[in-house]
């Protein structure tokens, strides 16, 4: 029964992430870790059909079914994840050193962006499906970030503000760049004009949904700021429709569902803003997130470290190199010392969710492969485990793993 393999995913993903809180790594990579056992990549505990094929792991049949109704479960935890980062993206905190964040944020996602492009272009010589790697290696997770700062006592120092605040451009970018290439790879059109053309496209939709957010959300919104399910609600509502406008003009929901979090803001919501936050957090991270790892672990085939090591290695070495030459280069242009230049750079390696669901649209439009989702997840593992490690090290803090555990 599908209650059962759901029970059974929400249950071992619980696990898996309170597992890597008391080991002081992160949660996030349990539950990736948990999605790859539990999945077809090594046990197939819980299985299923893909594109007409039946998917096991190494017991044969599998115990669990996955079923059209967790691909829906799946997808909605696309949206609730873009938009619940949108929501505790607070763009305020570019304010006062926008200048230096800009720089930092975009030399960070140009960076590997290019490196990854190259990289894969040169060994597949496949164009779209090199510019989606790169993308998706370009962005990093700001809630790793979060608590990697704030366990090493990072948060609220220079360097901090810096990270978080490079951070948010470098989401922006992500994403910015992510529609242009959804809408030319959809209309076809590779040609300098159709570029211009889905480049003011996209332009013309974060610019309206920011008039949508200064103009219409505090004349609503005061109406809908109490405590409640009415703002959950009226949070809800807002965010699907917006999504879907961006599905419907040829622009990935994910797209929408950020920028709907992404201005739904404290100053909007009032006294509802703190409540908000905590729902959608405990929807996006505690339920639907495991279902979404899981639907990626479908994808992923081990056997990528054997028959495709050279692109493993390549995208690797170019998604911690491009984010650690782009951060290094600007935070040293920008007055920052040697060795915080490096800790910064080390630490806007670590990256997440966020990758992994680029890596899924790229899928979801016919452009990536599951070649590709392998590599991507892997990656995703590799730098989120390095980043907190390695600037620790560069800073020589002695005993980030003893400190008392934070209550987030």
């Not at 597992?19 to 505990?45: A, C, D, H, N, S």
């Not at 889905?198 to 959300?217: H, K, N, P, R």
């Not at 639907?288 to 081990?302: D, E, G, K, T």
Request: charged share 15%.
């Amino acid at each position: 029964m599908e209650i059962f393999t759901l029970l059974f995913i929400l249950a071992v993903g619980w696990v898996g992430r309170l597992v890597f809180e008391r080991l002081r790594l992160p949660p996030l990579v349990g539950e990736i870790l948990v999605g790859l056992i539990i999945g077809p990549p090594v046990l197939g505990l819980v299985g299923g059909v893909i594109k007409g094929v039946e998917v096991t792991g190494l017991i044969g049949k599998p115990i669990f079914e996955w079923t059209p109704a967790m691909d829906l479960l799946a997808t909605l935890g696309i949206f609730f994840l873009m938009f619940h980062a949108g929501l505790t993206t607070d763009p305020k905190q570019l304010a006062g050193k926008m200048k230096h964040f800009v720089i930092m944020g975009t030399s960070g996602t140009i960076f590997p962006l290019i490196f990854g492009f190259l990289a894969t272009w040169w060994i597949t010589g496949e164009m779209w499906a090199a510019i989606l790697v790169g993308v998706a290696i370009s962005g990093t997770s700001m809630a790793v970030k979060v608590r990697m700062l704030d366990d090493l006592n990072l948060l609220r120092t220079k360097m901090g503000y810096a990270m978080m605040g490079s951070s948010i451009v470098d989401n922006i970018l992500s994403f910015m760049v992510l529609s242009v290439v959804i809408k030319a790879v959809t209309a076809g059109g590779v040609g300098v004009l159709d570029i211009v053309k889905v480049v003011l496209t996209v332009a013309a939709f974060f610019a309206a949904v920011l008039l949508l957010g200064w103009w219409l959300y505090p004349k609503i919104g005061k109406f809908m700021c109490e405590p409640g399910e009415k703002s959950f609600v009226f949070a809800l509502i807002l965010g699907l429709l917006i999504a879907g406008i961006a599905h419907e003009i040829g622009i990935h929901l994910i797209v929408g569902a950020y920028l709907a979090g992404l201005l739904l803001r404290e100053e909007i919501l009032g006294k509802a803003a703190e409540n908000l936050y905590t729902r959608f957090h405990t929807l996006s991270h505690g339920f639907f997130a495991p279902i979404f790892i899981v639907s990626v672990a479908f994808h992923v085939n081990l056997n990528v470290f054997v028959e495709y090591p050279i692109l493993l290695v390549a995208v690797a070495l170019a998604a911690f190199a491009g984010k650690m030459i782009g951060i290094y280069g600007a935070s040293r242009l920008l007055g920052f010392e040697k060795k915080e230049a490096l800790a910064m750079g080390w630490g806007m390696n670590s990256r997440g969710v966020v990758e992994m669901v680029f890596a899924i649209v790229g899928l979801e439009i016919g452009i990536l492969t599951d070649v590709h989702i392998s590599i991507l997840v892997v990656v995703a593992i590799l730098t989120t485990l390095i980043a907190p490690i390695g600037v620790a090290h560069v800073l020589k803090i002695k005993s980030a793993t003893s400190r008392k555990q934070s209550p987030r």
